[in-house]
């Protein structure tokens, strides 16, 4: 079984067409399954894998899919989250431009699954270009009878469209996404009911990342065993991981999970090191909402083992000293980089996407984002470091989904593992008024230092 | 004021992808369609008519066009220009390209040019961040910028001199 699963063929020219892509493999796990497999065999395979979420959250595939309500008499939609939005993320806008007929073949693969007769891929809007690359595939899958009606004369039949949103990071979250597929603002609902209950038009619905479905197609073509070969205990699989910020070759790396971390940042298969030969000062691994990490406890967790990269390695420590997989999004900043800025345009980002149903979230990321903006500015005081730690606590857990835990982890983090130089934007305020300040003088501290590996 | 026969022929076709009675799924990309066609913005005006070819209330629109980011609820330039600001194209240097523009097009983040050629607005994470900085203008992200490169796109805009839509 060949070891990259997704991007195998991402540069083969021609692999956005049908011909080509037919041509190296695809559609294969489409004629396996209809052809050869029910419907519940294909989600036995799924559980088997032990795939989870590509999303962020990690969540068992095959147990999500089981918990589609068959019973019910509506119809089931499968729904495809191609709302990439989480800073430092863009893999799934990679695969969906290079090799676009693998969503396309792991939707009707993963729709036969769930007896799904009409699915939609929602797409963030401002990869609008990317719906006609995505439509353009999925007409030529029509005329290949790969969708349509009787698909390759098995009786099942399949419609799938591509649906833009218009620039909300909030309908990644997967009620606020229906929501938008409705027609509505994206306002994530209360949960029960859940969506495999009442989703899409209050229909039994599964919501999956674009890399969950398209680790579907490896998982039928070779089988969930084999899948979960690769990996580490209950990381098994490929991770795409989109790798940006200081780092000498930023892009989307398709790595085994138990990856060391250290090889993923150093080796020049991946990121190949720091940019102009700086030391390493600090990461953010699954996506901003996940916990920053200092270099130290990036490479090694607190107990000096080296960090891997599965979700339960990353997580070593808790929030105390370890962070998360989340969506792959592995962001890295050198020895210059100003921690209190990045976490401000951080706060920033959550104040102006925060869907302002939730209080604690609407008024809580507005209060972060102008205290961080004073700290960074020069105007903070020594109060603003407490009250920043208040206000993030008293977002997370008291709001409908995630994005109140998202804006609150980054603030928290931040200061717990960076506070000197929290302290220092309030003690020196003349220097810090330069956003320039650190590129001239990287920050010194007691408590963490940056390395060079 | 109405779509041109080839769009209102596309809004059918939108509205067929949703189960009967579920048209108002198709407002989002009706939206962007009504967006593209009228000058770049949504007024009242268009979207009355958006609400009555999707035979649902006028407020139902408005609720959903203030709450996307990318649909202009007031006039734009011809060219709007969206630089991405969030943390990883700030660590490549998102800062030094707004500065670059605003001095280049002599406006602020927020404002449009006087000849009504160029808007320049700061946006939130483009999905674009291993090929920082970036800017989207239309459909089109302009990837891994410099000055330079943002100087020749300019040019290349003011030549065209067309507007540029999501649609295109």
């Given amino acids: 079984m060949p070891r990259t699963l997704l991007l195998e063929h991402v540069n083969v020219p021609g692999i956005e067409t049908f011909d080509t892509y037919r041509k190296h493999g695809g559609y294969a796990s489409v004629e396996k399954a209809l052809k050869s497999m029910t419907p519940d065999g294909v989600m036995e395979e799924v559980k088997k894998s032990g795939l989870r979420g590509r999303g962020g959250a990690g969540f068992p595939a095959g147990l999500k899919w089981s918990f589609l309500d068959r019973k019910s008499e509506r119809p089931r939609y499968l729904v495809c989250n191609a709302d990439e939005s989480e800073p430092g993320t863009f893999k799934d806008r990679y695969l969906m431009e290079k090799i676009p007929h693998l969503l396309i073949e792991g939707m009707i693969t993963s729709s036969y699954a769930l007896g799904a007769k009409t699915s939609y891929i929602y797409i963030r809007g401002e990869y609008m270009y990317i719906v006609r690359i995505l439509e353009k595939a999925i007409e030529e899958a029509y005329a290949a009878g790969f969708l349509g009606q009787n698909i390759l004369g098995t009786g099942y039949s399949l419609d799938l469209y591509v649906h833009p949103g218009a620039g909300a990071y909030i309908c990644g979250e997967e009620t606020a996404l229906l929501e938008s597929l409705e027609g509505k603002r994206g306002n994530p609902r209360l949960k029960p009911p859940f969506p495999a209950v009442a989703g899409l038009y209050a229909a039994p619905t599964v919501v999956n990342n674009v890399e969950t479905i398209t680790a579907v197609v490896p998982i039928i073509n070779f089988g969930g065993d084999e899948y979960a070969q690769i990996g580490v205990g209950k990381s098994t699989g490929t991770k795409l991981i989109s790798a940006s910020g200081h780092i000498n070759k930023p892009g989307v790396y398709e790595i085994e999970l138990g990856l060391p971390v250290e090889e993923f940042i150093y080796s020049d298969k991946y990121c190949g090191g720091i940019w102009k030969g700086r030391k390493l000062k600090a990461v953010v691994a699954g996506g901003s909402s996940v916990p920053i990490l200092p270099a130290h406890l990036i490479l090694k967790n607190a107990k000096g083992e080296p960090r891997l990269m599965t979700y339960e390695s990353l997580g070593e420590g808790g929030f105390v000293s370890g962070t998360m997989l989340g969506s792959g999004g592995f962001i890295v900043m050198d020895e210059t980089a100003c921690i209190v800025r990045n976490l401000w345009t951080f706060a920033r980002f959550y104040h102006h996407e925060s869907c302002g149903q939730c209080s604690p979230c609407r008024e809580g990321t507005g209060w972060m984002e102008k205290v961080l903006h004073r700290i960074e500015h020069g105007h903070g005081n020594s109060d603003d470091i407490d009250l920043l730690v208040d206000v993030a606590k008293k977002i997370e857990g008291n709001t409908i989904c995630p994005l109140g835990d998202a804006a609150a982890w980054p603030v928290a983090s931040a200061i717990r593992h960076f506070r000197e130089e929290f302290e220092y934007h309030v003690k020196y305020p003349e220097k810090v008024m330069d956003p320039k300040h650190f590129e001239k003088e990287p920050f010194r501290s007691e408590t963490f230092e940056s390395v060079n590996v | ?168």
């Fill in chain 2, 1 to 168: 004021m109405q779509f041109s026969d080839k769009t209102l022929a596309l809004v059918q076709k939108i509205i067929k992808r949703y189960p009967e009675g579920k048209q108002k799924s198709a407002l989002l990309p009706v939206l962007h369609l009504a967006q593209a066609e009228f000058d770049g913005w949504l007024s009242p005006d268009v979207m009355d008519y958006v609400a009555g070819l999707l035979m649902i209330k006028p407020i139902e629109v408005y609720e959903v066009a203030t709450f996307y980011s990318m649909y202009n609820l007031k006039p734009v330039g011809k060219c709007l220009i969206e630089v991405c600001q969030t943390g990883p194209c700030w660590l490549r240097g998102s800062d030094d390209i707004v500065a670059h523009l605003e001095s280049k097009l002599n406006i602020k983040v927020g404002e449009t040019t006087s000849d009504g050629m160029f808007t320049l607005k700061t946006v939130e994470c483009l999905g674009s961040c291993g090929t920082a900085p970036m800017l989207q203008c239309g459909s089109k992200y302009h990837e891994n910028l410099t000055t330079d490169k943002v100087d020749a796109l300019l040019q290349q805009l003011t030549n065209k001199n067309e507007r540029t839509t999501y649609m295109q």
